[in-house]
C-alpha cells in the first residue's frame, strides 16, 4: 500500500525556519513528481511547490525566495524547507505524488507574529 507519511511541522515565530518531510512507501518516488499543498480551515487547499522526478522545480509565487522543495530519491523523501516564514503561511502542509495522486495526512505548521 502506498503511503506518504508527513512530519516536520510545529510552531515558529515570524521570520523563523521549519523543514517538512514526506517519506513515501513503495516505488512511488521513481514514477511521480511530489507536490507541497496547503490549506487553512475556510480555503481551498492550494498547491506550494512541485519537484519532478528528474529534479526540476516550481514554485507558487507567494513562496518564491522563501521555501525550497528538494528529494532523496535513496530515502524516497521529499523535504520542503521553508524560511522566512510569515503568519500567512499557518496552514496544514500536504504532501502530494502525481500523477498517481496520493496524499499524506498533513503537518500543521503555525507562525505566530
Given at each position: 500500500?502506498?503511503?506518504?507519511?508527513?512530519?516536520?511541522?510545529?510552531?515558529?515565530?515570524?521570520?523563523?525556519?521549519?523543514?517538512?518531510?514526506?517519506?513515501?512507501?513503495?516505488?512511488?518516488?521513481?514514477?511521480?513528481?511530489?507536490?507541497?499543498y496547503r490549506q487553512t480551515p475556510g480555503k481551498q487547499r492550494?498547491?506550494?511547490?512541485?519537484?519532478?522526478?528528474?529534479?526540476?522545480?516550481?514554485?507558487?509565487?507567494?513562496?518564491?525566495?522563501?521555501?525550497?522543495?528538494?528529494?532523496?530519491?535513496?530515502?524516497?523523501?521529499?523535504?520542503?524547507?521553508?524560511?522566512?516564514?510569515?503568519?500567512?503561511?499557518?496552514?496544514?502542509?500536504?504532501?502530494?505524488?502525481w500523477p498517481r495522486n496520493v496524499w499524506g495526512?498533513?503537518?500543521?505548521?503555525?507562525?505566530?507574529?
Open positions: 500500500q502506498v503511503q506518504l507519511v508527513e512530519s516536520g511541522g510545529g510552531l515558529v515565530q515570524a521570520g523563523g525556519s521549519l523543514r517538512l518531510s514526506c517519506a513515501a512507501s513503495g516505488s512511488i518516488f521513481s514514477a511521480n513528481a511530489m507536490r507541497w492550494e498547491w506550494v511547490a512541485v519537484i519532478t522526478t528528474g529534479g526540476s522545480t516550481n514554485y507558487a509565487d507567494f513562496v518564491k525566495g522563501r521555501f525550497t522543495i528538494s528529494r532523496d530519491n535513496a530515502k524516497n523523501t521529499v523535504y520542503l524547507q521553508m524560511n522566512s516564514l510569515k503568519p500567512e503561511d499557518t496552514a496544514v502542509y500536504y504532501c502530494n505524488a495526512q498533513g503537518t500543521q505548521v503555525t507562525v505566530s507574529s
